[in-house]
Structures are given as C-alpha cells and as structure tokens.
C-alpha cells in the first residue's frame, strides 16, 4: 500500500468530488489581487468561476477595455497560479 502525504491525499479526494468548482472559485476570488495586481483589483467589481469560464465584472471602461484586449493572458495568469488549466474562456462585463 503507498503511503500518501497529507497535500496529495486532499488533492485526490478533491479531484475526485463535486468540490473541485467551489474551491477554485474561492481561490480566484481570495487571490484575485496576487494573480492580476492591486490595481486592477481594486477596481474589479466581481470575480466568479462559472464551469471553465472566468466572469470579471468592472464599471471603469478603460479597464472593461484593457481586459477585453488581454483576454489570454488574463487566462495564462490564472490558470498559472492555480496550477492547472482551469480556466478556458473569460467574459468581461
């Protein structure tokens, strides 16, 4: 029988259950500063993992811009912070 840390063991029973969405939804939101910065988060209204796709709400136009021209490399970011391909799509709205 192999003997499992306690990170690995957690990580196989969260890739194994209904659980996965909830907590990287959480980890985008609580790390949403470290991934894209101060500023843009400070002026980020909403933040939210729905399936693959990342929903980043804003109401300052040139940032909704910026966003909107940078939409890969907002998903390379995240999904390097979170260490998987988590994120496919971003809508900005």
Not at 2 to 29: F, G
Not at 38 to 50: N, Q, W, Y
């Amino acid at each position: 029988m192999a003997q499992l840390s306690i990170k690995q063991a957690l990580q196989q029973m969260l890739d194994n259950s209904t659980w996965k969405n909830r907590y990287m939804q959480s980890r985008v939101r609580l790390e949403w500063e470290a991934i894209m910065g101060k500023t843009i988060a400070r002026h980020t209204d909403e933040v939210k993992l729905v399936e693959h796709t990342l929903v980043i709400k804003t109401q300052v136009a040139p940032l909704k811009n910026e966003l909107l021209l940078n939409k890969q490399l907002i998903i390379q970011k995240v999904n390097e912070h979170l260490g998987e391909t988590i994120i496919r799509e971003v809508i900005i709205s």
